[in-house]
C-alpha cells in the first residue's frame, strides 16, 4: 500500500482574486488531504479561511515581485521546514518561483500549466509537468508531460431549481452563461451575438466583475430588456445549468473551463468557442469556428431552435464527463503522476 506524502501546493496569485485556478488548487488540497495525505497550502494571507484545517496553511508574500529577494528566502525556509515529498507549482508565477534557488531543497518539482501563455520556461526546470489540456500540452519542451483535465465534485441529485431563476420560455431556450465579468470571457461578443438571434430565447448572464456595467449598458442599448438577465456572483451555478436549456462559453482565451465541466456534468449541452480544453471534450459542431460574434451567433442560431439534437449530439460528452472530469479522476491522476515522478527521482538518486 502506497504511504501518503507530505505534499506543498505553492500558489503566486494575489489574495484579491478567486477564479478557475485557485479554485483547482482549493478542490485538489481537500481531496488529497481527505485521503489521508498532509497537505500544506503556501500563498497570500487572504486565502488563510479558504484553506481551512485539516489543511496546513502558511501565509507567503507572493504580492511581491517573482524576482523579489525576500519572497525567494521566504519560499525557501518555509519548504526547508515542511520537506515536502512533493512541491508542486499552480501558475506561471508559481512555477518561476519554485524552479528557482527556493525549490532547490525539494525532493520532487511539479507545475501545473493553467493557460496558455507566451512562455512557459520556468516549467522546464521542474521535475513534472501537468496540462489542463492537451492543446496546452502541446506547446510544452519537456521531457515528462501528462494532461490532468480540471475535474469538479458530481452531484448526488439534480439539485433544486435556484431562487429567482426565469423559467424556460415557452417557445424559446434558457441559457446561462458565466465567469467573472472581464474581458477576455467575451462577454460583449456574446451579446452582440444575441442581437442576431430570436426573440423567443433568453439569455442569464451569472458573475459580479470590472465590466458588468459597461455590459449592462450595451444589452440596454442593444433592447434586450428581459431577454438577457444579470444575476450577479453565485455560488450555486451547477444548479442553474442543471436546469438550462444549454450553457455557452464566449471567451477568446481559457486554460480548461470549469463552466463547461460543471455543465457536462449535470448534463447540460455546452456551445463554446474554440478555446482550449473545449476540443477536447465537445463534438466539433459544438464549437464556432473562431472567438468572434458573427461567429458565436451562427453557432447559437444553429442550435437554439434544435435543444434535443444538441442534447442527442452531446450523450457521449456526458458519458466521458461523468468517468474523466470529476474530482475523483482528477486527484487520482494527480497523485500517480507525483509517484511517478518521485520513482524517477529515486533512481535517479541510486
Known sequence: MNSPLRIALLLATPGSTWGGMEKHTLDLARHLADGGHQVHILADRRYQARFAPPLHFHALPVHLSRHHPWLGFSLGRLLRRIAPDIAHAQGNKAAQLLSGPAGKS??????????????????????????????IAESLEHPRVTVIPNGCAVPA??????????????DGALVVAAGRLVAVKGFDNLLKAWADL????????????????????????????????????RDDVPAWLSHADACVISSHREGFPYLMVEALLVTCPVLATPVSGVMDCLPHNSIARDSSSAALASLLAHWLDRIPELRAAQQQAFQTAATTLTLEAMTTQTLAFYRACLSDACRSDA
Do not use: N, W, Y
Request: hydrophobic letters at 35%; a positive charge; one cysteine or more.
Open 106 to 135: 525539494c525532493r520532487t518539482s511539479i507545475g501545473t500549466v493553467h493557460g496558455t501563455k507566451t512562455s512557459h520556461r520556468a516549467f522546464k526546470r521542474l521535475d513534472g509537468v501537468i496540462a489542463v489540456s492537451s492543446l
Open 157 to 170: 441529485r439534480r439539485p433544486a431549481r435556484p431562487d429567482h431563476m426565469p423559467r424556460p420560455p415557452a
Open 198 to 233: 430570436s426573440t423567443r430565447h433568453r439569455l442569464v448572464i451569472l458573475g459580479e466583475g470590472p465590466e458588468r456595467a459597461k455590459l449592462e449598458s450595451q444589452a440596454q442599448t442593444l433592447g434586450f430588456q428581459d431577454r438577457v438577465l444579470f444575476m450577479g456572483f
